[in-house]
């Protein structure tokens, strides 16, 4: 279940990945599309947030940022 962190109703444009940066803040990058070369991030939106390890933060429907916790599963790798 995932837990929202930060309120920030962010927008969404069509043809745009967003993504949490490492300084913790939303930012956006053009998709790549057929021989449309994507790039060029920005960022949306400053909320400074700390990571936690073993979480994944993302963009919710609502644009809020969230969180959950990862869960890992498979086989342990033989060494």
């Known amino acids: 279940m995932a ?3 930060v ?5 969404r444009q069509k043809g745009y990945l967003y993504f949490i940066d490492k300084q913790g803040d939303v930012s ?3 998709m ?6 994507g790039g060029g991030r920005k960022k ?3 909320c400074g947030i700390k990571r936690k390890e073993g ?3 993302f963009l919710d429907k609502k644009g809020d940022v969230s969180c959950a916790k990862m869960k890992r599963g498979g086989k342990k790798k033989k060494r």
């Open 7 to 11: 309120k920030l109703g962010v927008k």
């Open 44 to 46: 949306v939106a400053k």
């Open 3 to 5: 837990e929202k962190l």
């Open 28 to 30: 956006c990058a053009k």
């Open 55 to 57: 979480y994944l933060y």
């Open 32 to 37: 790549a599309r057929g021989t449309k070369k």
